[in-house]
């Protein structure tokens, strides 16, 4: 039976991997992030292969009133969202805890936590309307072990840790699966936003090894969100196979 899947951060990655890997079963998607064109030309592109139906909603996960008014207002069809992919993310910089920019930690705790949050409340109700749903959130290794100058968003990543178990006991009686699936080193866009745009650091972080591809986290989380009604993964750490904790990488040298 065809589903309605909604992404957050659809536009690369992780999440865009996502709205592929659930379009080519048949779903159809809500894809949501901040660059409209290339949302719009994700859509085309999907019901162009796919043939399913694609809303893009543009809207920046940090600003309540956006999430409230671009998800409040869902054509009739488009309001029982059986799966909430949580995915919208980003890291800035690494530092010290005392080296960090402030502005930076906002932005991170903004986007990560309260981004999360934001469209977490504007979803529950429709889901609980139903009866039913699905929210998987997209953590990290980050949120497992804490790395050195990793500090704030290691911090924000554990509490999409803490907030999955708590929307887990939160919604229990209300038929509502959450799951976490955690990823160790994936090249997307990841750590050239990390990084500011500087290709050369972003490229160190992969050098020598295979790192996960945006497919190969989308694989997993469709793994989770096609279990049976009475089965959940509550938490999955998907990690490289050269990757054995978050700074522990076997590299091959030239
Ligand atoms: P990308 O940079 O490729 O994608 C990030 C996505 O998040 C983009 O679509 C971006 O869309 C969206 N996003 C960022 N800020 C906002 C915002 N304020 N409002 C709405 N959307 C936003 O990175 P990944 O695909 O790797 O990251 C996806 C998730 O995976 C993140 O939560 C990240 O923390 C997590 N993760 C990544 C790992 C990695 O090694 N890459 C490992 C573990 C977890 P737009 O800019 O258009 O708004
Ligand atoms: C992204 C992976 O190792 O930079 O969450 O934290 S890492």
Same mark, same amino acid.
């Given at each position: 039976?065809?589903?309605t899947?909604?992404?957050?951060?659809?536009?690369?990655?992780?999440?865009?991997?996502?709205?592929?890997?659930?379009? @080519?079963?048949?779903?159809q998607?809500?894809?949501?992030?901040?660059?409209?064109?290339?949302?719009?030309?994700l859509?085309?592109?999907?019901?162009?292969?796919?043939? %399913?139906?694609?809303?893009?909603?543009?809207?920046? +996960?940090?600003?309540?009133?956006?999430?409230?008014? $671009?998800?409040?207002?869902?054509?009739?069809? !488009?309001?029982?969202?059986?799966?909430?992919?949580?995915? $919208?993310?980003?890291a800035?910089g690494? @530092?010290? %805890?005392?080296?960090?920019?402030?502005?930076? !930690?906002?932005? /991170?705790?903004?986007?990560? %936590?309260?981004?999360l949050?934001?469209?977490?409340? =504007? +979803?529950?109700?429709?889901?609980?309307?139903?009866?039913?749903?699905?929210?998987?959130?997209?953590?990290?290794?980050?949120?497992?072990?804490?790395?050195?100058?990793?500090?704030?968003?290691?911090?924000?990543?554990?509490?999409?840790?803490?907030?999955?178990?708590? /929307?887990?006991?939160?919604?229990?009686?209300?038929? %509502?699966?959450?799951?976490?699936?955690?990823?160790?080193?994936?090249?997307?866009?990841?750590?050239?936003?990390?990084?500011?745009?500087?290709?050369?650091?972003? =490229?160190? +972080?992969?050098?020598?090894?295979?790192?996960?591809?945006?497919?190969?986290?989308?694989? $997993?989380?469709?793994?989770?969100?096609?279990?049976?009604?009475?089965?959940?993964?509550?938490? /999955?750490?998907? /990690?490289?196979? =050269?990757?054995?904790?978050?700074?522990?990488?076997?590299?091959?040298?030239?």
């Amino acid at each position: 039976m065809s589903r309605t899947v909604l992404i957050t951060g659809a536009s690369s990655g992780i999440g865009k991997a996502c709205a592929e890997k659930f379009a @080519s079963s048949g779903d159809q998607l809500i894809i949501c992030g901040r660059r409209k064109e290339r949302l719009e030309e994700l859509s085309k592109n999907i019901e162009k292969e796919s043939g %399913i139906s694609v809303l893009p909603l543009c809207f920046d +996960v940090r600003k309540k009133q956006e999430v409230d008014k $671009a998800l409040g207002k869902l054509p009739y069809h !488009w309001r029982k969202i059986d799966v909430l992919v949580n995915n $919208a993310g980003l890291a800035l910089g690494l @530092s010290g %805890i005392d080296g960090g920019d402030p502005g930076e !930690w906002d932005q /991170m705790i903004d986007t990560n %936590i309260k981004g999360l949050l934001y469209v977490s409340r =504007a +979803v529950i109700p429709l889901m609980k309307e139903y009866g039913r749903g699905h929210i998987i959130n997209i953590g990290s290794i980050a949120g497992v072990e804490t790395y050195p100058e990793g500090n704030v968003y290691c911090a924000t990543k554990h509490a999409v840790a803490s907030l999955s178990k708590a /929307m887990r006991i939160d919604l229990l009686h209300h038929g %509502i699966k959450v799951s976490q699936v955690c990823p160790g080193a994936t090249e997307t866009e990841f750590s050239l936003v990390r990084f500011h745009g500087d290709r050369e650091k972003a =490229a160190e +972080v992969y050098r020598g090894f295979r790192p996960l591809s945006g497919v190969d986290v989308a694989e $997993a989380v469709y793994f989770v969100a096609n279990l049976p009604d009475h089965v959940n993964v509550n938490d /999955m750490l998907l /990690m490289p196979t =050269a990757q054995a904790s978050a700074k522990l990488i076997h590299r091959e040298e030239p």
